[in-house]
């Protein structure tokens, strides 16, 4: 059972976006703040995820729910959508206002339509973290932080990458995730503004929803609509690229040679098929933050200020050399 507490939001006004959240407890007798393993009574945390959707999500969500156990001062009640259904997540998230939780966890199936939850947390002085996925419009004064790699900068990355293997230009379709999600934006962007001025020309942009059966499936459309004149495809997650990878193939094309396929994620599989030659370049985009989440949770219950966007480092993987050095101590 959760000490009852009261939470007075204060703006920091030394750096732009920190927040600090100063705790007053209130509880009968208590008195005493009981961040996460500081005290006897457990943290209770809400954390309304996303649920099965692929290797990146499990090894996000696995990790998240591995660090905030009870050893730890936390009572961690997951709730993953169903079927990737917002509205889902918006009802887990008002019961876990109504029951009072200590902090929520938000990773959003979509970006837009959590004004009104994220205001009712704060009327209920329940702070919010995101985790992985961002809101539209950002209002960082609705939550604590949001912890992430940089889809900005990955996919800026991930264009400069492609823009000096097509000096000459080249043809290029991207295969995006759900239309609405953040982080497909984010990712957009990046790449935008890598590629523009360059000569690379993007034949097809659609989404194949995370998976590598729409992976498979679109690229051979396209593939065909553009007699496989394509000389690369941007996948925004792992899977969409592997499955692409088998529909280059399927067209008689070689990948790695006459498609070069550059994917997001850095999951075991996708770092095996840069290892073969599939893919040719896996920009990670690194799942394993929940001890941060656990560190920024608990500076949020003890009135830490905490910087509004916490930045998950995340590597590059632009060879077979370079994916086989790491394979076999992969964490996911
Ligand atoms: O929000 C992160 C994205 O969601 C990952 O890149 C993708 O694999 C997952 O489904």
Redesign the pocket.
Known sequence: MAVQRRFTKILGLAAVGAISISLAACSSGGGESDSGGGSDELTTVGFVA?GP?????EANETNVQDTFTEDAGFDLKYAPATNLDQKSQIDAFTSFVDEGVDVILL?ATEASGWEDSLKRAQEAEIPVILL??GIEPDDTSLYVTRI?PDNVEVAKEVGAWAVEQFPDGGNYITLE?PAG?G?VNERNEGWNESVEGSKLVQVAAQTAN?SAEEGKSVTETLLKANNNDVQMIFA????MGLGAAQAVEEAGLKPGVDVKIAT??G?KAAMQALADGQLSYVHE?NPLFGETALDVVNKALEGDSVESYIIVPSEAFDSAEAAQAVLADRKY
């Open positions: 996303v959707e692929g290797a990146w999500r990773s992985d996925r992430a995730g999600v982080v995370w925004q997650n792992d899977e997001i994620d999951t985009y």
